[in-house]
Each structure stands twice: as structure tokens, then as C-alpha cells.
């Protein structure tokens, strides 16, 4: 036996000696392979090795796959180009409005899903207020180049964030060291500055173009018969009741996200230029040029401009008569939006206990992951999968795995599916905390006489309650807004705020829709304004740059 | 290694002159009215602790930095208003600031590129300017796979291959193991000779300051309090913070006798320069100007002390001696096997003695 061997063998027995641990070890262990795993390898097993080999042939999702990757190059691209242009803008001391441009781009990563294409469709659709009612143009927004508009605005943000870290993280010095070598302002910013943010615009494209495929929310409402992998899932389904079709294309689906998400976490993430910060930060920027100043102003102010327009739509057509017709205010449809004020609180208890669930065992994975157990790498990989896979996927992945269980109908198998899929940003927030935590507070409990399960209690709990809380918000907050998943869970006695929304939608019902929504965002702003208080900083809603 | 030829290069005229330069940042003056010449082909260290505005003066050559009041010259041409780029004074970063993106080759070529000077020219100015270093072959690393004194040279290869007119250095040395340190600022010292180039070079370290300088500008609140040679810095300093910061210093009280003897503790010093003050004055004397000897065994007059404390330093022992009325520390080189113990006799070599004038 190697040493080394012998070594691992050694941890494992003075582990052993702490029951407690090693229970919950296992049990974490376990409750991650029944719910990432097991729902996994079920739609991936539902389909035949034949119907795998007949998806060429099926000119249909060969379509969709197509569709899928299209839009996956052409929104990456415009969307990291716009995130690219914030984050250079909110970097620069001396572009005005940065602070305003960085909180209006902020919006986007806090409404539902679906909402940036239902506001165009008022805005820019058959009837919207500026192509029909100002510009009088027949319009149809209904289409790829829809979607490609929705898509830069709801995604760019993601890539701004990334790249903003990036910029922010260059040590100011490479700047004043190629100017003192003789370049001008162009060249440093070609040279040094844009040089130096290439790994992160890479990490940047890659993380919007998982979100860009596995969009089902914006797609569904604007798409049209634009065949796309994401709603193709769903029409299977419900049109046709055609679950084996559903498996396959979330399973095709499922081969670029988790692609994307190996080559961003293994290869991108690790190229960063690890950049010191030193002294020097006192060292005044000379002003950006003036025509590339003017440039990114205005078309930061034009975006802002699109983002602004999302919200002003749907809270407008809350309170419009008849949208494109009739401009009258009026309340009436709030009292439609209050007969299904319920599915509202269904919603809220689901997020509700989704939330608890996705702070409680991020957490204690986070603790078990900081410990040197065996298998801890194993663990952490269970723990980050569920932010390759698309929501589409875990839908159908546990309409697979536990609709004929006791779960199935309830409540319980909407909050599991969507505590565990957002289970990477809670795992990732208190791992990172526990980092920060120096060894030594916990050796010192231990050489006190706590166990193992003590020093988590005693020590970790009270230090991670901040991360427990934000896990929480997340979590709490993208379950209430969520559609691709709860799409595939719901049942007549649980149906929820958003699939009530969808339905109007398509329905043309944009009065009623608009003022659920609008209730959904004072939701989701009141949690996140609760959030502050508790933690006294504004809890983000996505996994990237933390 | 410096002392010799030092006065021949700081009769030189002016390369660099600054002319009652002032920067604030917001409430703190970083930079009080200071004005510097640094003569053709020398060797100019500005030294003091940090925070005393060495590296705004630095910065303010390289143009980082655009005094408040007063102006820059470089020979006759005032550069006060000539942005970073469009002046050659190529600067070396304390922390060095090498491209992480880009390879060794790539990195001392960029001042290169930024000139415009065609790829083959620039490609055999960099082997050159590499040999000069001694880095050959190392072109295609990269920064991160590179220790830190070779990314020292790195730094200031990219700083020479652009021929400033002027160069700057910032701590350049304050990243490297004190073994690595030493001699890093020797290879820096005779590159710098032997390419002759006018050279401003800022440190905290007081003994790297005279080790490397033709001529030592100590800075201290935002202010110059002396400048001069490394031998004036040190025999001779100007006031009671020039001679602390540099080197050890014993701060005698004494009364003044005549322009050639000082009265301290019942004992009359003889000093060589003439003072020209009255009353009550400083004296500074350096830990290893003290001669101790066994009390009684002097033969002269000496100031008598007890020794209260000893520590053996390998190349010199340490004394602190109390006689009546001050604390002493003395230094005892090449020592043998003995130490002095109790009391013994101090004796002060007129010569080497200075008077405050401040």
C-alpha cells in the first residue's frame, strides 16, 4: 500500500471516530445523488440508444438544434459586445452617468424571465406603443430577431458584471507603465486594457451562452414558430404528451450547456491574469478620449434607454385599457390580476421552502466540501452541476424521476426541483465565506472539546448566517420568477404566479399579465430590499462573478 | 564604490531640474516646494520614510503626475505640461508592472512598438538589450514563469531598449530577498555607469541610498532637507532627522566652549569644522566613531560610563553605554573573543564629530 494510501486510509478511520460528520456526510452525499444525479441519469436513460441514433433524421429538432446554436453565437455576441461597453463605461471615472448606467443595467438580472420579451412585445409587438402607435409601422417582433434583441438585454448584464470584475482587478500600474513606454490612449486601451480583460470577455461569452440556450421564458413568449431546443422540451410535452421526445431534446440540449460550463470553470476561470493590486491606484487616469467617450455615452444611454422601456411596458400595461387601441388608465385589471392573486402565494410558499432548502444544504455541503473527507471533490462537483443544466432539463428530469413518487402534485417537487437546481449559488457563497474564515477559530473550538457537528454549529453557523440568508434570497427570489422548470411540475391544485402570467400572455390578456407581474416585481424587490437590511448588501441574483 | 568620481559627475550641468514643485492630493500636500537638480550622467537617490513624497516627486518626472505649482526640466525643455507618453523617461515600477499577457520579448519590445520602429530593428535591439541583462533565451516566457529578479530585469530592460532620455526607478529593489538585493543594485549601479544615463532612483533603504548614489536628495514630509553626496549624507548630516534616518546616531547635548570645543559631561570635546553657533548644540556621533576602551587604560581625557548592555552582531559588537547624563551606543569592529564588561573610558575623535546647525 503507498503511503499515500495508508494516509487516506488514516483520515478516514480519525473521521470515523466522528459519527456525527460522517452521517452527515453521507446523508448530504446521499440527498445530492438522488436529486442532481438520479433525475439526470433519468432523462438521459428515458430515450432509447435508437431514438439517440434517429435525431439526424428528424428534420424537426435537427431544426431546433440548429435554431438553438444560431442564437446561442449571435446574442453571446451582441450581449458580451454591450456587457463589454458597460463594464468599460462603469470603470472610467470620467464617463458621466457610470453610476447610473451600472444600476440601470442592473435591472435586467431581476425580472422574470419572460419579461423582457413581454415588454417588447407591448413596445415593438403588432400593437406596440412605438411601432404601432407612435411610428405606425406594422411591425412583427415575433421571430429570431426578436428573440435577438430580448436576449442582449436580458443577458448582457451577466457579461457586464464578469468583465467589470476583470477591468477592476488590472493592476493600474500596466497602464501607466505602457504609457510611460510611449503609448497614447488608443493603444493602451487596445494593448494593455482590453488585452488584459480577454480571458474574462471569453468566461463572460461562455456564461451568456449557457443562459442564451437554455433561455425558456423569453423564448417561449417571442420565438414564435421558431423551432428553438428550449420550448421544443415543452410543446413535446404538453402538445403531444410525448415525454420520450421531451427527454431527447433537453438531453441534446444538455450536451453544449454542460460543454460551455466545463470549458468556463476548468479552463477560462483559470487563465485569469492574476493581477497584484499594488500602490499606484493614486495615480490620476489621463480623460479617455473624447470620440470613444462620446461613443460609449451614447450607447450606453440607448440601452439604458431599451432597459427602462421593460419595466415602464409591463407596469404601463397594468394599467392601460387596451393596449394599442384604447390608452385609457383604468384598474380593471387588477381586479382579473386579484382572482388569481392565490397562485401568487403558492408561488411564495414554494419559494419559500426552496429557499430554506437551498441555504440549509448549501451550507452544509459548503462545511463538508472545507473538511478532508474523502470524496470531498466529488461532493463539490454534484454541488456546481446543477449550473450546467438547463431549467428545461431538471423539469423534465424530475417529471422522470419522482412524478409517480409521492412528490409528484405537490408542492414539494417544485420546491426540490428548484432548491437543488439553484443549489450552486448557495454552495458557491458560503464556501467562499468559509475561506475567509481562518482555520484557527475552529481549532481552537476543537481543542476545547467540540465535535465535529459542534464546531459547524457553534463556529460556522453564526459566521455563515449572512450567506445563509443571501442563499436564501436567491434561491427564494428565482423561484418565485421561474418558468422553464415549474412548466413541466405543475398540476391543476399547485399552479403558481408566472405559468398563470404566461398564459395571459399568449392569451393576449397583456392587462391582467402586466399587473401580475408587476406585483411579482414588488415581490421580488421586497426581498431583495429585506435582504439589505438583514445582510446590508443588495443580494445578486445570479451565480456568475462572486 | 560610489564615492570616487562622485564630485567630478555632480559639477555636471542640470538633466533633470525641478523648480519649486508643489502636488496635493486633496487635503495632503505630498510635495512641498521642492526644487532638485540631478547633473548629467549621475546617480540621484531621493531617500526618505514613506510617505515623504519621493514617489510623487518621481512620478511627477514621468508626467503621472502634473505638479500644482512650480516646473520640470529636462536640460532646457520644459516638460511640466507634456503628458506621460510623449516624454522619454522610461521608469522602472517597484512592482516592476511587467504585461502578464505578454512574453519577455514582447514586453521589452513594447516601447518599441509604441515607436513605430520596424520588427527586425526591434527584434535585435531586444536580443541586445536582453544580453545587456543577462536574460538571453528567455524571450518566450512569460512574466509569471519567471523569478523575481529576473522579472526585475525584465522591468528594466523594457525601461533601457527605449534609450530614455532620462531613467527612473521606483523601489525597484523592495520586492527582492536582501542577499538578492545587494546584488541586483550593484549589477544596477555599474549598468548605470557604464551606459552613463542620468538616473533618479527612489528607496526608502538608507543603506542602499549610499551604497548606489552619486548624490542622495533625503526627503521627509513632502520637503528636501538635504542634498548631497553619500559622505556628506553621513558625516555631515543637516539636522537631527537626516542623521537619524541615516545610519545609527548618538545625539550628544553639549555647550559650545569656542569655534573648536564643545563642553559635554564634564569633558571638553575638540571638534575639526569651526562652529558657528552659540550656547547650547547637538552633537552627532556614529555608534563606530566611539573608541572604548578599559576604564583607566585611556591615557587621555575620556568620558567615563558603565556599560549596561552588549550584542554580538558577527562582524562588530554592540555597546550601550551610560555615562552621566546621556545613553551611548557604540560599535566594536572585528572583535576578538573578549568583551568589555562594567566600566570603561569613551574616546571621541575630534575629527569625526559634527555639530547640528539646526
Known amino acids: 500500500m503507498s503511503p499515500l494510501a495508508v494516509l487516506r486510509w488514516g483520515e478516514v478511520r480519525r473521521q470515523a471516530a466522528d459519527p456525527g460528520l460522517a452521517l452527515t456526510f453521507l446523508g448530504a452525499a446521499g440527498v445530492l445523488v438522488l436529486f442532481v444525479l438520479y433525475p439526470a441519469f433519468r432523462v438521459l436513460l428515458y430515450p432509447s440508444l435508437h431514438d439517440y441514433l434517429a435525431i439526424p433524421q428528424s428534420l424537426r429538432w435537427m431544426q431546433a438544434a440548429h435554431n438553438s446554436l444560431v442564437m446561442m453565437v449571435i446574442s453571446t455576441l451582441s450581449a458580451t459586445f454591450v456587457g463589454l461597453l458597460f463594464a468599460f463605461a462603469t470603470t472610467r471615472p470620467d464617463i458621466p452617468g457610470r453610476r447610473f448606467f451600472r444600476n440601470i443595467a442592473m435591472l435586467p438580472l431581476f425580472a422574470p424571465p419572460f419579461m423582457v420579451a413581454f415588454a417588447y412585445i407591448l413596445m415593438f409587438g403588432r400593437l406596440g406603443l412605438i411601432t404601432h402607435t407612435l411610428l405606425g409601422m406594422t411591425a412583427n417582433i415575433f421571430g429570431w430577431h426578436g428573440l435577438w434583441m430580448v436576449q442582449t438585454v436580458a443577458f448582457f448584464p451577466l457579461a457586464m458584471l464578469i468583465i467589470t470584475g476583470v477591468l477592476e482587478a488590472a493592476n493600474p500600474s500596466l497602464e501607466h507603465a505602457a504609457r510611460n513606454l510611449g503609448a497614447d490612449e488608443w493603444s493602451v486601451l487596445r494593448t494593455i486594457t482590453l488585452a488584459l480583460a480577454r480571458p474574462g470577455i471569453a468566461g463572460a461569452m461562455l456564461v451568456v451562452a449557457i443562459s442564451v440556450l437554455a433561455d425558456f421564458g423569453n423564448a417561449v413568449v417571442i420565438a414564435g414558430g421558431f423551432p428553438l431546443l428550449a420550448t421544443e422540451a415543452w410543446f413535446r410535452m404538453e402538445g403531444m404528451g410525448d415525454l420520450k421526445g421531451a427527454a431527447l431534446v433537453v438531453a441534446m440540449l444538455l450536451v453544449p450547456t ?23 491606484s493614486r495615480i490620476e487616469r489621463p480623460p479617455t478620449p473624447p470620440l470613444l467617450k462620446g461613443l460609449v455615452v451614447a450607447l450606453c444611454a440607448l440601452v439604458s434607454v431599451l432597459i ?51 441555504g440549509v444544504v448549501g451550507v452544509v455541503v459548503a462545511f463538508l466540501t472545507s473538511r478532508s473527507l474523502p470524496l470531498r471533490n466529488f461532493l463539490d462537483f454534484l454541488a456546481v452541476l446543477p449550473g450546467a443544466l438547463p431549467g428545461v432539463f431538471v423539469g423534465v428530469g424530475f417529471v422522470l424521476a419522482f412524478n409517480a413518487t409521492p412528490l409528484g402534485g405537490t408542492l414539494w417537487i417544485l420546491a426540490t426541483a428548484l432548491a437543488f437546481w439553484h443549489l450552486p449559488m448557495g454552495y458557491q457563497a458560503a464556501a467562499a465565506r468559509l475561506k475567509q474564515i481562518e482555520r484557527s477559530i475552529e481549532e481552537a473550538a476543537v481543542n476545547l472539546g467540540a465535535s465535529g457537528l459542534r464546531v459547524l454549529w457553534d463556529v460556522y453557523v453564526p459566521l455563515l448566517f449572512r450567506a445563509l440568508v443571501e442563499a436564501f434570497a436567491v434561491s427564494f427570489i428565482r423561484a418565485v420568477t421561474n418558468v422553464s422548470i415549474v412548466i413541466f411540475l405543475i398540476s391543476p391544485g399547485q399552479v403558481v404566479a408566472t405559468f398563470v402570467i404566461l398564459n395571459m400572455i399568449q392569451n393576449n390578456i397583456w392587462g391582467a399579465a402586466g399587473a401580475l407581474t408587476t406585483m411579482l416585481l414588488l415581490l421580488t424587490f421586497a426581498s431583495i430590499g429585506l435582504t439589505w437590511l438583514l445582510v446590508g448588501r443588495v443580494v445578486r441574483t445570479t451565480a456568475v462573478a462572486g | 564604490m560610489s564615492a570616487e568620481g562622485g564630485a567630478a559627475v555632480r559639477e555636471r550641468p542640470a538633466h533633470i531640474r525641478l523648480r519649486h514643485v508643489t502636488k496635493r492630493f486633496g487635503e495632503t500636500l505630498a510635495v512641498d516646494d521642492v526644487s532638485l537638480d540631478v547633473a548629467e550622467g549621475s546617480f540621484t537617490t531621493l531617500l526618505g520614510p514613506s510617505g515623504c513624497g519621493k514617489t510623487t516627486t518621481l512620478r511627477m518626472v514621468a508626467g503621472f503626475h502634473r505638479p500644482d505649482a512650480g516646473d520640470i526640466f529636462l536640460r532646457d525643455v520644459r516638460v511640466t505640461d507634456i503628458p506621460p507618453h510623449r516624454r522619454n523617461t522610461a521608469m522602472v515600477f517597484q512592482e516592476y508592472a511587467l504585461f502578464p499577457h505578454m512574453s519577455v ?3 521589452v519590445g513594447y516601447g518599441l512598438r509604441m515607436r513605430r520602429v520596424p520588427d527586425r530593428e526591434a527584434r535585435r535591439r531586444v536580443a541586445q538589450v536582453l544580453e545587456l541583462v543577462g536574460l538571453s533565451g528567455q524571450e518566450q516566457k512569460f512574466p509569471h514563469q519567471l523569478s523575481g529578479g529576473q522579472q526585475q530585469r525584465v522591468a528594466l530592460a523594457r525601461a533601457l531598449i527605449v534609450e530614455p532620455e532620462v531613467l527612473l526607478l521606483d523601489e525597484p529593489l523592495s520586492n527582492l530577498d536582501a542577499k538578492l538585493r545587494v546584488r541586483v543594485r550593484t549589477e544596477i549601479r555599474q549598468l548605470q555607469q557604464r551606459l552613463g544615463k542620468t538616473t533618479l532612483y527612489v528607496t526608502h533603504d538608507q543603506e542602499e541610498a549610499l551604497a548606489i548614489s552619486d548624490q542622495i536628495a533625503v526627503m521627509h514630509n513632502g520637503r528636501i532637507l538635504q542634498v548631497g553626496s553619500p559622505a556628506e549624507i553621513y558625516f555631515h548630516p543637516a539636522n537631527r532627522f537626516v542623521a537619524d534616518f ?32 552659540e550656547g547650547r548644540v547637538t552633537l552627532v556621533v556614529r555608534p563606530e566613531m566611539v573608541r572604548l576602551l578599559p576604564a583607566g587604560a585611556a591615557g587621555q581625557p575620556a568620558l567615563r560610563g558603565r ?15 551610560t555615562t552621566d547624563g546621556s545613553e551611548w551606543v557604540v560599535d566594536v569592529p572585528a572583535p576578538g573573543h573578549e568583551t568589555l564588561h562594567g566600566e570603561v573610558a569613551l574616546l571621541l575623535p575630534s575629527e569625526r564629530i559634527h555639530v547640528l546647525t539646526e
Open chain 2, 105 to 107: 520579448a514582447e514586453n
Open chain 2, 246 to 277: 541615516v545610519g545609527l546616531a548618538n545625539f550628544i547635548e553639549g555647550e559650545v566652549v569656542d569655534a573648536h570645543h564643545v563642553h559635554v559631561n564634564g569633558l571638553v570635546v575638540t571638534v575639526a569644522r569651526p562652529i558657528t553657533r
Open chain 2, 307 to 321: 556599560i549596561a548592555a552588549t550584542a554580538f552582531l558577527g562582524s562588530l559588537t554592540r555597546y550601550w553605554v
Open chain 1, 258 to 280: 454542460v460543454a460551455l460550463f466545463l470549458l468556463e470553470r476548468y479552463w477560462v476561470s483559470r487563465r485569469a491574469y492574476t493581477t497584484i493590486t499594488g500602490r499606484g
Open chain 1, 308 to 358: 427602462l422601456l421593460v419595466y415602464f411596458g409591463v407596469v404601463a400595461g397594468a394599467f392601460t385599457a387596451v393596449w394599442g387601441r384604447d390608452w385609457s388608465l383604468t384598474l380593471s385589471h387588477w381586479r382579473l390580476a386579484q382572482d388569481r392573486i392565490w397562485t401568487l402565494w403558492t408561488s411564495v410558499k414554494i419559494g419559500a421552502i426552496a429557499g430554506v432548502m437551498t
